[in-house]
């Protein structure tokens, strides 16, 4: 089976542009979550999606958006990108929301976002 | 305080020892405890989970758990250099799964 796939795998962007990542979850998850991680730490939680719903968002500002689709896919939209963005943004999906030890998650390998 | 905390390291240790990672939780409710690996450039991927009190062993893995001093700990037996990598342990619930920011380890041949 396909694992957590997403596109692109590198982006190169200006800041004040605004940028679109996707990902595609495991068949059969219907949670996806997005984590941004910058260099030397770990991942910082951004948005928890499932079934369409936002169920969980982290302490990032409004220019931060996602959205899942009737599929379970999902995309992260990022405007007014500052330097700061210049980070690994990840995606992982699970069986469910509740994140709880029969529902882990699974990482996709990720876009690695450089605002210049 | 931070929610997830650990020694960021670098931990070194030979090959054949015994690596001891260490990571402590702030949240009295959390449930379940989640150790991942990731390699240089790449993404976490899961490598134990953790849910009651005291010890879980997976091949040369063994997570230990105690919520009363609300402690999670990884041991790596017979290490080797394929283990070198970043150990993130992660807390949830009961927000988001929240990380730390992980224990860089080094296996040297």
């Known amino acids: 089976d396909a694992g957590v796939t997403q596109s692109p795998t590198h982006l190169i962007k200006t800041r004040g542009q605004h940028v679109t990542l996707r990902c595609s979850p495991i068949?059969?998850?219907?949670?996806v979550s997005w984590y941004q991680q910058v260099l030397g730490q770990g991942p910082q939680f951004i948005f928890q999606?499932?079934?369409?719903?936002?169920?969980g968002r982290g302490n990032f500002p409004d220019r931060f958006s996602a959205r899942q689709f009737p599929n379970y896919s999902s995309e992260l939209n990022v405007n007014a990108l500052l330097l700061g963005d210049s980070a690994l943004y990840l995606c992982?999906?699970?069986?469910?929301?509740?994140?709880?030890?029969?529902?882990?998650?699974?990482f996709g390998n990720g876009t690695r976002l450089t605002v210049t | 305080q931070k929610e997830v905390e650990q020694n960021s390291g670098p931990l070194s240790v030979p090959e054949g020892a015994i690596a001891s990672l260490n990571c402590t939780y702030s949240d009295r409710g959390s449930q379940s405890f989640f150790w991942y690996r990731q390699y240089s450039g790449k993404s976490p991927e899961l490598i134990m989970f953790i849910y009651s009190n005291g010890d879980k062993e997976d091949g040369r893995f063994t997570a230990q758990l105690n919520k009363a001093s609300q402690y999670v700990s990884l041991l790596i037996r017979d290490s080797q250099p394929s283990d070198s990598a970043t150990y993130l342990c992660a807390v949830n619930p009961p927000r988001q799964l929240t990380f730390g920011s992980g224990t860089q380890l080094t296996v040297l041949p």
């Open positions: 992982a999906s699970s069986l469910s929301n509740r994140g709880s030890y029969n529902s882990p998650l699974h």
């Open positions: 068949s059969g998850h219907k949670s």
């Open positions: 999606y499932y079934e369409k719903e936002e169920r």
